[in-house]
Each structure stands twice: as structure tokens, then as C-alpha cells.
């Protein structure tokens, strides 16, 4: 059935506001602050047969763009073990090798029927705050399986043909430390799955199903059709990039990762030989997720591209067998952000050296997931986890954005107030760093400092981080910025983990403090070609003392107007 341009561009944008509104509908619900603040959750539609990715909110995580279809897919592969699927069933499962992230990631998944048809799917996913394991906040740097970093659920019916199953909730909610807050996100989730069916009644009701089935269809296939342009477009040729992971939690020794980006014609490989093999530690990635992975950085090299399968149709992405980016059951994954940051890296240093107009420096490459847990006075729980920000790269059109989030996302980083409100804690600082940013004609983004002193007698803190060891790249001869730095106070002092970026256990009392310095985004061409006056500009402004500015800058700054 062929669809004219004008009902094509309404239906994508009906299709895009139930996405959204799904999105707002869990943000506004959740009861934990990484979904109601940061807003680390994602909501789609799916293809009835392959589970591809129909049409995604635009306020969810991009990562979970290509992740949430392995999701859909693992659903679909398990109701056609029980005759398909049935309306009025809703799935539930969190099980990263088989639907992508970390097991903190709660994924629901729902049929839609349309005349007794099925029609599509429809998904949530959002970040749950605790789901069981051997650390609170499920961030376990030294996990050596799955089963150390929280409770595994397999894709089961949470709803079977309409009817709520008590155990599977029951279940749920003795394998967390917080239920309270578990069954609030578990509602949010299922109220934004319901508005889905409803949005969607209404458009099927106004176009009918075979106009907007069409639609879809014709979107993919567009989709695909701009992406083979947009390849097309640039220069064929391979180039390879190596960057690396301060360690696995476990061992010291940094971990490789590599990628060879060739372009023939109107194809793009990504190639992933040489990276290091499955580790003992959780740094591990499920192969959806290192795809997934893939899509997001193409989105960034290509940003006017849909949020849509089509356009992974001319990717090929190679990722070799028994590497750390294809872990299978039931190695950890839990530090996944850790990893998919690198392999973003990798990807913009490889892209900057084809297409250097088009790519950003290396941003800060690091959620450094902090969890602080302890017990209030009443004896009642409370486990404050967050991820926190830092400088991004510098541009082909200006220096990168201070203290920002990761660019897996567009999530939000929790105000200081919510987490004082909710927590035991206070924050001493929480600041620009200076001379964290990477030099270069376009400098790369200030890092941040961030320093939380606990308010209750005594609490136990866990990091989880990276760039402590290799700190994130310039292109185009730009500079690196700033490494991650992490300490903590104890009755001796100061002190640092052992493994640099990655500790757990840290034992805190009454008005001890934790402090992190975050990394600065890498800078954009060569730091002689910036001008003295912005040069001068940063110094004022506190980005940069003199010292610094003279050793990256040269003295020229110092008679600038």
C-alpha cells in the first residue's frame, strides 16, 4: 500500500507523541530519582515479527534505541515456544544477555492487538533503584558473575490474558532493598504501557490499520534509504582507532578496545577485532548492547538520521566472538556504561579521521556510578545512587559543553536538592573543576567536583568508574582533558582506591566525605589556532589558572585585549 508524504509526516509524528508521552507518563510517576529526574528509562514501538525498532521517545536513553529491540525479539522468541502471543499478557524480564544494558534495567513488553491481530509491541524499560545483589544500587565492581551484581528474572507473564500475577510481583519485590520504590516504577511503567493502547486506539480508530501499518513500513524503509545517502556522501577508506578501560574491577591491567570504520560505497563497517577478551569483572557487555552501542555513536556522526531500525540496514558491526563485547551467560555487565562509553570513543576517534567536520572529542567517559547505603536511625533503609558529570568534547563549532551528562544518554543529572531531600547526605561542593578541559582551537567541556558528606553515623559506599588511568581524547590535535580522580576520608586521611576508579566497601561515619573530580572533555584542533582572547576569557572566568593556561596556550594570551 503506498502513503502519500503528507500522511506519512503526520503519522510519524502521532507515532513519535505516544512514544513521548509514554516517556513523560513513567517520568512523572516513578518513585526513584534515576527514572523521575534522570530520566534513564525509554519507551517504544516495535514490529509485530522482527521486533525492530518502529518509532522511540525522544526524552528516553538512546541506548536503549537498539538494545530494546533484542528485548522485544526475546519476547517474541519465548511466546513462540508457547503458541505466540496472546492479548492481554505484558511480559517482564531484566536479564541483560538477552534484552541488552545491566540488570538494573527493568524491561516490560506488551502486545498490541488490533481486530484480534497482532499489530505491533509496545516497551518500557526503566532504571530500577536496587534489584537485589551483593552492592546496593546493583553497581558491583567486583562481580565475578551475574548472580553477584542482582536478581535475574527470565522473560516471564507479569499479566496473563489481563490478570495482574501476584507471585511474579511478590517475587519482585522480595528481591530488592527498596519495595516501596520498586512497585512505584513497576506501576509507572505499566501506566505508560496502558496510555500506549490507548494513543494507539485512537490513531487506528482515525486511519485504520493498514494506512498506518504502511506508514511504519515506509518509515524503516526511508530510514534506510537516508542513511545510504548520508554513507554515500563520505570519503570510502578505513580507519582504526584503540582506546582502553583502566581495568575490569578485579585485575589492573587496562583493557583494550578497538575498531577498524570502513566505508565502500554506500556500507559502513564497524569492526571490532582486537579488543580484549571476556574479563573476570564486570565490564563485560551482551553483544545487543555492544550493537546497540554501535547505533548510538552513528547517531551522533549522524544526527538528523530517525530513531528507527532502517538506518542500522547499511551497518555492518563486527564483533568478535569471546571478546568483552560479546559476553554470554553468565559473565557480569554490570559496569556496561563503562564500556559502551569507550566504544563511543573509539568510534569518534576513528570517524574524526574521515570525517572531522562531523565528530566531537571525546567526552568524559564515565557515569561514575556512586552508590552511598546505610540505615537511618528508625532502622529503615535508604541507598542513594546517582551518576554524576563531567566536561564533553570540543566541536568543529565550539568548545564542549561544561559539566554535562554522558552522550549515551540524554538523561539528566539528579539536582543536588533532590538528593539531599531524599538522602542522609550533604554536598560540601559541587563545582566546575578547573583545568580539567582538553585544549585545542575549541576546548573540551570542565569536568565537575563533586564532594558528599554523610549525615547519618555511619554508611558504605561503592564506585564504579572509569578514566582513571586514560583520559579522554582530542581530535583533529586536540587535547586530552583531565583524568577522573576519586578519594575518600578515613581516621588516617585521605585515601584512594587501589584500582583507581573502582572500590567497594568503603566504610564511612558521621561527617566523613567522598570526593570526585571528574574528567574534562577532550579539545577540538590544535590548541595554537585558539584564540588568545578566548584563551584569555576562560582564565577570568576560573576554567583555567595562568600556569595552566600558559603551558597549554603558549604566553600569547596574556596581551590579549
Same mark, same amino acid.
Given at each position: 500500500?503506498?502513503?502519500? =508524504?503528507?500522511t506519512?509526516?503526520?503519522?510519524?509524528?502521532r507515532m513519535?507523541?505516544?512514544?513521548?508521552?509514554?516517556d513523560?507518563?513513567?517520568?512523572?510517576a516513578?518513585?526513584n +530519582?534515576i527514572?523521575a529526574?534522570a530520566?534513564?528509562?525509554?519507551h517504544?514501538?516495535?514490529?509485530?515479527?522482527?521486533g525492530?525498532t518502529l518509532?522511540?521517545g525522544?526524552s528516553?536513553?538512546p541506548?536503549f534505541?537498539?538494545v530494546?529491540?533484542f528485548a522485544v525479539?526475546?519476547?517474541?522468541?519465548?511466546?513462540?515456544?508457547?503458541?505466540?502471543p496472546?492479548e492481554?499478557?505484558t511480559w517482564i524480564?531484566? &536479564?541483560?544477555h538477552?534484552g541488552g544494558?545491566?540488570?538494573s534495567?527493568?524491561?516490560?513488553?506488551?502486545?498490541?492487538?488490533?481486530? =484480534?491481530?497482532?499489530?505491533?509491541?509496545?516497551a518500557?524499560?526503566?532504571?530500577?533503584h536496587?534489584?537485589?545483589g551483593a552492592v546496593?544500587?546493583?553497581?558491583n565492581?567486583?562481580?565475578?558473575?551475574?548472580?553477584?551484581?542482582a536478581?535475574?528474572?527470565?522473560?516471564?507473564?507479569? @499479566?496473563r =490474558?489481563?490478570e *495482574?500475577?501476584?507471585?511474579?510481583?511478590d517475587i519482585?519485590?522480595?528481591?530488592t532493598?527498596?519495595?516501596?520504590?520498586?512497585?512505584g516504577?513497576?506501576n509507572g511503567q505499566?501506566?505508560a504501557?496502558?496510555?500506549?493502547?490507548t494513543r494507539?486506539?485512537e490513531v487506528? &480508530?482515525?486511519y485504520g490499520a493498514a494506512?498506518?501499518g504502511?506508514?511504519?513500513d515506509?518509515l524503516?524503509?526511508?530510514a534506510e534509504?537516508?542513511?545510504r545517502a548520508?554513507i554515500?556522501?563520505?570519503?570510502?577508506?578505513r580507519?582504526?582507532a584503540?582506546?582502553?578501560l583502566?581495568n575490569?574491577?578485579?585485575?589492573?591491567?587496562p583493557?583494550?578496545?578497538?575498531?577498524a570504520?570502513e @566505508?565502500?560505497?554506500?556500507?559502513m563497517t564497524? &569492526?571490532?577485532a582486537?579488543?580484549a577478551?571476556?574479563t573476570?569483572?564486570p565490564v563485560?557487555?551482551a553483544?545487543?548492547?555492544?550493537?546497540?552501542t554501535a547505533?548510538?555513536a552513528i547517531?551522533?556522526?549522524? +544526527?538528523?538520521?530517525?530513531?528507527?531500525?532502517?538506518?542500522?540496514?547499511?551497518v555492518?558491526?563486527?564483533?568478535?566472538?569471546?571478546s568483552?563485547?560479546?559476553a554470554?551467560f553468565?559473565a557480569p555487565?554490570?559496569?556496561?556504561t563503562e564500556?559502551?562509553?569507550? *566504544?563511543i570513543?573509539v568510534?569518534?576517534?576513528?570517524?574524526?579521521q574521515?570525517?572531522?567536520?562531523?565528530v566531537v572529542a571525546n567526552?568524559?567517559?564515565?557515569i561514575?556510578?556512586?552508590?552511598?547505603a546505610g540505615?537511618?536511625a528508625n532502622?529503615t533503609?535508604?541507598v *542513594?545512587f546517582s551518576?554524576?558529570g563531567?566536561?564533553?568534547?570540543g566541536t568543529?563549532?565550539?568548545?564542549?559543553?561544561?559539566?554535562?551528562?554522558?552522550p549515551?544518554?540524554?538523561?539528566?543529572?539528579?539536582?543536588l536538592?533532590?538528593?539531599?531531600?531524599a538522602?542522609?547526605? *550533604?554536598?560540601r561542593?559541587?563545582?566546575?573543576r578547573p583545568n580539567?578541559?582538553g585544549?585545542?582551537?575549541?576546548?573540551?567541556?570542565?569536568?565537575?567536583i563533586y564532594e @558528599?558528606e554523610l549525615?547519618?553515623?555511619?554508611?558504605?559506599?561503592?564506585l564504579?568508574?572509569e578514566r582513571?588511568a586514560?583520559?579522554?581524547?582530542?581530535?583533529a590535535?586536540?587535547?586530552?582533558g583531565?583524568?577522573?580522580?576519586f578519594d575518600y576520608?578515613?581516621?588516617?586521611?585521605?585515601?584512594?582506591?587501589p584500582l583507581?576508579?573502582?572500590?567497594? =566497601?568503603i566504610?564511612?561515619?558521621?561527617?566523613?566525605t567522598v570526593?570526585?573530580?571528574t +574528567?574534562g572533555?577532550?579539545?577540538?584542533?590544535?590548541?595554537?589556532?585558539r584564540?588568545?582572547e578566548?584563551?584569555?576569557?576562560d582564565?577570568a572566568?576560573?576554567?583555567?589558572t595562568?600556569?595552566?593556561?600558559?603551558a597549554?596556550?603558549g604566553?600569547?594570551?596574556?596581551?590579549?585585549?
Amino acid at each position: 500500500m503506498s502513503i502519500d =508524504g503528507v500522511t506519512l509526516a503526520v503519522l510519524a509524528g502521532r507515532m513519535e507523541q505516544i512514544a513521548d508521552e509514554m516517556d513523560a507518563t513513567l517520568f512523572r510517576a516513578a518513585f526513584n +530519582p534515576i527514572i523521575a529526574e534522570a530520566h534513564d528509562a525509554s519507551h517504544g514501538l516495535y514490529h509485530a515479527e522482527t521486533g525492530d525498532t518502529l518509532v522511540q521517545g525522544k526524552s528516553g536513553l538512546p541506548i536503549f534505541v537498539g538494545v530494546m529491540s533484542f528485548a522485544v525479539k526475546a519476547v517474541i522468541d519465548r511466546c513462540a515456544e508457547e503458541g505466540g502471543p496472546r492479548e492481554g499478557d505484558t511480559w517482564i524480564f531484566n &536479564d541483560a544477555h538477552l534484552g541488552g544494558t545491566h540488570l538494573s534495567d527493568m524491561r516490560l513488553v506488551r502486545p498490541y492487538f488490533r481486530d =484480534g491481530k497482532l499489530f505491533c509491541w509496545l516497551a518500557s524499560v526503566g532504571h530500577w533503584h536496587d534489584v537485589g545483589g551483593a552492592v546496593p544500587g546493583n553497581y558491583n565492581p567486583q562481580a565475578t558473575e551475574a548472580f553477584q551484581e542482582a536478581f535475574i528474572l527470565p522473560p516471564v507473564r507479569l @499479566i496473563r =490474558g489481563g490478570e *495482574m500475577q501476584r507471585d511474579v510481583v511478590d517475587i519482585l519485590m522480595r528481591n530488592t532493598r527498596l519495595p516501596a520504590s520498586a512497585q512505584g516504577d513497576l506501576n509507572g511503567q505499566l501506566g505508560a504501557l496502558d496510555l500506549g493502547e490507548t494513543r494507539m486506539d485512537e490513531v487506528l &480508530d482515525e486511519y485504520g490499520a493498514a494506512t498506518v501499518g504502511a506508514a511504519l513500513d515506509a518509515l524503516s524503509n526511508r530510514a534506510e534509504t537516508l542513511m545510504r545517502a548520508e554513507i554515500a556522501a563520505l570519503p570510502d577508506g578505513r580507519w582504526e582507532a584503540e582506546d582502553f578501560l583502566d581495568n575490569d574491577g578485579i585485575s589492573a591491567d587496562p583493557l583494550p578496545i578497538r575498531v577498524a570504520l570502513e @566505508i565502500a560505497g554506500d556500507r559502513m563497517t564497524l &569492526d571490532f577485532a582486537g579488543t580484549a577478551p571476556v574479563t573476570a569483572g564486570p565490564v563485560n557487555i551482551a553483544l545487543p548492547t555492544a550493537v546497540a552501542t554501535a547505533y548510538v555513536a552513528i547517531k551522533h556522526v549522524f +544526527p538528523d538520521m530517525p530513531a528507527n531500525a532502517g538506518v542500522m540496514r547499511p551497518v555492518d558491526v563486527r564483533v568478535p566472538e569471546g571478546s568483552l563485547l560479546a559476553a554470554e551467560f553468565p559473565a557480569p555487565v554490570g559496569g556496561y556504561t563503562e564500556t559502551i562509553l569507550r *566504544m563511543i570513543d573509539v568510534i569518534f576517534s576513528a570517524a574524526a579521521q574521515a570525517v572531522p567536520d562531523r565528530v566531537v572529542a571525546n567526552a568524559y567517559g564515565t557515569i561514575n556510578a556512586l552508590s552511598i547505603a546505610g540505615r537511618r536511625a528508625n532502622g529503615t533503609r535508604w541507598v *542513594m545512587f546517582s551518576f554524576y558529570g563531567g566536561g564533553h568534547g570540543g566541536t568543529p563549532e565550539g568548545d564542549g559543553l561544561n559539566h554535562g551528562n554522558a552522550p549515551i544518554s540524554t538523561a539528566t543529572i539528579p539536582p543536588l536538592e533532590i538528593l539531599e531531600a531524599a538522602y542522609p547526605v *550533604m554536598f560540601r561542593q559541587w563545582a566546575l573543576r578547573p583545568n580539567s578541559a582538553g585544549a585545542g582551537r575549541h576546548r573540551g567541556g570542565l569536568g565537575a567536583i563533586y564532594e @558528599i558528606e554523610l549525615l547519618e553515623e555511619r554508611a558504605e559506599a561503592f564506585l564504579f568508574g572509569e578514566r582513571g588511568a586514560f583520559a579522554p581524547k582530542g581530535v583533529a590535535g586536540g587535547g586530552d582533558g583531565a583524568m577522573n580522580h576519586f578519594d575518600y576520608e578515613t581516621a588516617d586521611g585521605r585515601a584512594t582506591p587501589p584500582l583507581v576508579s573502582k572500590m567497594t =566497601g568503603i566504610k564511612l561515619t558521621r561527617g566523613q566525605t567522598v570526593r570526585l573530580e571528574t +574528567p574534562g572533555g577532550g579539545g577540538y584542533g590544535p590548541a595554537s589556532e585558539r584564540p588568545p582572547e578566548q584563551v584569555a576569557r576562560d582564565v577570568a572566568l576560573g576554567y583555567l589558572t595562568e600556569a595552566a593556561a600558559d603551558a597549554a596556550y603558549g604566553p600569547a594570551w596574556r596581551t590579549a585585549p
